[in-house]
């Protein structure tokens, strides 16, 4: 099976040029790695023209989620059977990527993401905020799908595409295009019932407390993650039948 990951970027100079170094010092890490620049002005667009490796330039940030579908067509278009995400702030570790890929490749699971909370996963100095905040979303999907997740927020994730090439839902609408893609499509795989996922522990470092951490705005982010579980639970779609003839016609 033929694997992509892709790293969206949006003005994060600094930690993206550690993330590129350690992409590299980690070697082959999956078979081809997708960059994407949200509209950076602050010199990262410029790391990613210049990094080596293929990417798309995006004018404008309209969100994390509109790079996500940009980066999936990308890969559909090229007949990629596993699509990956790795941050491009460098809370994520390279060298672990065949954490979250290898569940795949050895056929034991769709859909896999990582988790800082299980054993052999570590989060130095995560904001008390986050720690606070995660496990009430974590009790957010349980109420809403019935699965216990460990860390329902973390990004480092990898999927088989022909969970997408079944999807009966619009995926490329655009309330999607902030976090709404992720977390839609993840509560849309657990209610499926159909699709084998997994949580891998996998380490998020964040930086020292009184330095910046993220990009998220107060309540209008946290209500951009939240909503797209809400709808995949009530709005009635999945995907098609598993020996549906439309689906593989779709698919071909």
């Known amino acids: 099976m033929k694997s992509l990951f892709f790293i969206p970027v949006f003005n994060e100079y600094r930690m993206f040029s550690v993330v590129l170094d350690e992409l590299r010092a980690a070697g082959p890490v999956c078979d081809a790695v997708l960059l994407v620049n949200n509209g950076s002005t602050d010199g990262s667009e410029k790391l990613v023209r210049q990094s080596g490796f293929p990417y798309i330039d995006l004018p404008k940030n309209l969100g994390i989620g509109f790079?996500?579908?940009?980066?999936?067509?990308?890969?559909?278009?090229?007949?990629?059977?596993?699509?990956?995400s790795i941050a491009g702030n460098g809370k994520m570790l390279a060298a672990e990527t065949p954490r979250v890929l290898d569940p795949i490749l050895r056929g034991e699971a769709d859909y896999v993401t990582g988790s800082r909370f299980l054993p052999g996963g570590s989060f130095p100095n995560l904001?008390?905020?986050?720690?606070?905040?995660?496990?009430?979303?974590?009790?957010?999907?349980?109420?809403?799908?019935?699965?216990?997740?460990?860390?329902?927020?973390?990004?480092?994730?990898?999927?088989?595409?022909?969970?997408?090439?079944?999807?009966?839902?619009?995926?490329?609408?655009?309330?999607?295009?902030?976090?709404?893609?992720?977390?839609?499509?993840?509560?849309?795989?657990?209610?499926?019932r159909r699709y084998r996922w997994k949580e891998v522990p996998i380490t998020m470092r964040y930086p020292p407390a009184g330095q910046p951490y993220t990009k998220?705005?107060?309540?209008?982010?946290?209500?951009?993650?939240?909503?797209?579980?809400?709808?995949?639970?009530?709005?009635?779609?999945?995907?098609?039948p598993e020996k549906s003839t439309l689906c593989q016609q779709q698919a071909s």
């Open 127 to 192: 904001p008390l905020f986050r720690r606070s905040t995660i496990p009430m979303v974590n009790q957010l999907v349980k109420v809403l799908t019935g699965i216990s997740l460990t860390d329902a927020t973390c990004g480092f994730r990898a999927m088989r595409l022909d969970i997408l090439r079944s999807a009966q839902f619009d995926w490329h609408a655009s309330w999607l295009n902030t976090y709404g893609f992720e977390y839609y499509l993840y509560g849309k795989v657990l209610l499926a």
């Open 216 to 240: 998220m705005k107060a309540v209008v982010s946290w209500y951009q993650m939240i909503k797209p579980w809400v709808v995949a639970r009530f709005d009635g779609k999945g995907f098609c």
């Open 67 to 84: 790079s996500f579908i940009k980066a999936v067509d990308w890969a559909l278009e090229r007949q990629f059977d596993i699509f990956g």
